[in-house]
């Protein structure tokens, strides 16, 4: 089995930063790509941020220029450092991975979520 567990959510006001952390433990053989996606009520589970094992980062066009997601390999561990943070960023931030537990074998495994709100 694998684990996914966020932590670094909390209350921010607005323009403030946080910095999200999501580390992964258990059977693992290797992670591929490891990201955050954010769902706000009401609305469906959007991507935010991922990045693959060289390093190659992608982002959506909600965190561009203020987030940076980083990996630290040899720690199963991502970051998202979040900068200028505004109210429309508020939703709970999940960290997904897409892990092999052996060679050939590999899914997509989910953390629970840590609420970020932005407010004054």
């Known amino acids: 089995q694998v684990q996914l567990v966020e932590s670094g959510g909390g209350l921010v006001q607005p323009g403030g930063s946080l910095r999200l952390s999501c580390v992964a433990s258990?059977?693992?053989?290797?992670?591929?790509?490891m990201g955050w996606y954010r769902q706000a009520p009401g609305k469906e589970r959007a991507l935010v941020a991922r990045?693959?094992?060289?390093?190659?980062?992608y982002y959506a066009d909600s965190g561009k220029g203020r987030f940076t997601i980083s990996r630290d390999n040899a720690k199963n561990t991502v970051y998202l450092q979040m900068n200028m943070l505004k109210p429309e960023d508020t939703a709970v931030y999940y960290c997904?991975?897409?892990?092999?537990?052996?060679?050939?074998?590999?899914?997509?495994?989910w953390g629970q979520g840590t609420q970020v709100t932005v407010s004054s």
């Open positions: 990045i693959n094992n060289g390093g190659t980062t």
């Open positions: 997904k991975a897409l892990v092999s537990v052996m060679a050939g074998i590999s899914r997509d495994y």
């Open positions: 258990g059977s693992i053989f290797s992670i591929y790509y």
